[in-house]
């Protein structure tokens, strides 16, 4: 693919995704010579815009290409605009085709859909009568992919009438984070990691998202999804499954539909959820965004326990939490291992579980919680850590070290890798474990907890602990 040329259609253009996402990402491609040397961008948005005010645009979401700004201007230059009525407009989606034969009749050709979802299927159908060429017809789409079981059926339907499967790349951009992707590389090529990865030796599982800021202006969506969709249901679902996945046979993307399969299966494995196993939240003063009606029963917080019911991870609770308007911005995983055998006698004071540390965001790192005899005169074990800091160590902030996650995913979809990306049948067992959950929160109309912004959210600490996993370390 790197030697052929290739067009890359933005479908809403001037939208907000494609601002803050797609465009740094593909200037970060080619600032990185990731992209072919022959590649052309066309914008395509509703508003008429000429070619230079699109440039101009573009040219404000891209960061400093220390090169006193040639770099940009050459990226820029391959930038072209097009607008149209609608994104199902056939007129408009013919003078892309000729743009694009124009340029050249083998180009592949990468579709972004940064446009709402509703418009999804039928910009899919009109590129499919409309785009000619030979070169590959690849689509990046985002969620939300419906939201629920049925309207993502109906969705995953209506893409399968005019595209194959192996076309069509659904982003989850959590899948793109390096500490995401570094879960294989951790569980398996670590013996110590992989020989204690079961219910023998592992007590809970923890997976946290938080972030410190409300809606902040998309009230109006989040307040039609809420937060087990807008995170829970996918986020930490994908990252859920490639801790507790089985090993796949390669960890490249020749295998990547054994990836998915194995991902999956773990879906598979795990029943619906019950509201019983569930704490939900709703932060003071969420009400007050203009966009959001002022009865909202919306949760912004939700806690909540799932098993996986394969012999690996039998009697294991995972438990999920995700919350908006907290106290810190923080996305990790904890693994907590049960007690040491001879600890309990042993030692006169208790003695912590031992707990890897997988901390996604902010400052990637891994930690082990490990007991070592407290320094000086006393033998009482004290808990310690054993880290990874990934910029201390590997200096992960530069884009090189550590790009961007829709970076890394584009490069993945330029590639045809698709083990990154979220297969139909994944998107499907995913929405089965939470639509009756939704739809009966729905119906009953349940008033969430009211919590204070800036805290950890309603009281749930006891849930958590009855759940299985022991606070017994730091605040999470
Ligand atoms: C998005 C959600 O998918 O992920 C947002 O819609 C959320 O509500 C965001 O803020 C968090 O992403 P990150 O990469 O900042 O953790």
């Known amino acids: 693919w790197h030697f052929s040329p290739l067009i890359i259609v933005i479908l809403g253009a001037s939208g907000d995704l494609a601002a803050k996402k797609t ?12 992209l072919p040397k022959q590649f052309k961008i066309i914008g395509y948005a509703r508003s008429p815009k000429t070619i230079e005010s699109f440039r101009e645009h573009v040219g404000k979401y891209l960061s400093d290409d220390g090169n ?14 097009i607008n149209g009525k609608s994104y199902g407009d056939e007129d408009a989606f013919k003078v892309v085709n000729t743009s694009i034969q124009t340029f050249s009749p083998v180009a592949n050709k990468l579709f972004y859909f940064a446009i709402p979802a509703s418009t999804f299927a039928v910009s899919a159908t009109t590129i499919k009568t409309t785009i000619m060429g030979e070169g590959w017809l690849r689509i990046i789409l985002e969620k939300p992919f419906g939201h629920d079981l049925e309207s ?4 995953t339907e209506s893409l399968a009438q005019s595209y194959d499967e192996e076309n069509l790349y659904r982003i989850d951009h959590y899948l793109g984070k390096e500490m995401v992707q570094n879960l294989m590389t951790l569980r ?29 202006g998309r009230g109006g969506y989040f307040d039609r999804y809420g937060i087990v969709r807008d995170i829970i249901q996918n986020h930490l679902m994908q990252v859920l499954c490639l801790i507790a996945m089985e090993p796949p046979l390669k960890v490249d993307g020749s ?11 773990v879906l598979k494995a795990i029943e619906a959820i019950s509201i019983e196993d569930v704490v ?12 959001v009606p002022d009865n909202s029963t919306t949760s912004t917080f939700c806690a909540l326990k799932l098993h996986i019911n394969t012999p690996r991870w039998e009697g294991v609770p995972f438990i999920l939490k995700a919350g908006k308007a907290l106290d810190e911005r923080k996305a990790e995983i904890r693994i907590q291992f049960k007690d040491a055998p001879a600890a309990s006698f042993m030692f006169d004071t208790p003695v912590p579980r031992n707990e890897l540390v997988i901390r996604l965001q902010p400052r990637e790192a891994i930690y082990i919680k490990t007991n070592v005899k407290t320094p000086g ?25 550590n790009p961007d996650a829709y970076t890394r995913l584009i490069l993945e979809v330029l590639r045809g890798r698709s083990a990154g990306f979220v297969r ?38 006891v849930k958590v602990e009855e759940w299985g996993y022991l606070r017994n370390s730091e605040y999470v």
């Not at 200037?27 to 990731?34: E, Q, R």
């Not at 959950?437 to 600490?461: A, K, S, V, W």
Request: hydrophobic share 30%.
């Open 23 to 34: 465009y740094p990402s593909l200037f970060s491609l080619y600032t990185s010579g990731l």
């Open 68 to 81: 006193g700004g040639v770099d940009k201007q050459r990226f820029l230059e391959n930038c072209d605009y």
């Open 152 to 155: 993502c059926r109906e969705l």
């Open 188 to 216: 398996f090529s670590n013996l110590y990691f992989s020989r204690l990865w079961d219910s023998q030796s592992i007590a809970a599982v923890l997976l946290t998202f938080k972030e410190p800021f409300g809606t902040d």
């Open 255 to 265: 295998s990547s539909d054994q990836i998915r399969t194995n991902k999956v299966n």
């Open 280 to 291: 939900l939240g709703q932060y003071e003063g969420y009400r007050d965004d203009p966009t």
């Open 377 to 401: 005169f006393s033998s009482q074990p004290v808990q310690s850590e054993l880290e990874v800091d990934y910029t201390t160590r590997f200096g992960a902030s530069d884009s090189k070290n």
């Open 424 to 461: 139909k049948d994944e998107l499907e067992e995913a929405w089965r474990i939470f639509t009756p959950l939704l739809h009966q929160i729905e119906r009953e109309r349940q008033m969430p907890i009211i919590y204070q912004q800036g805290t950890r959210g309603p009281e749930h600490d």
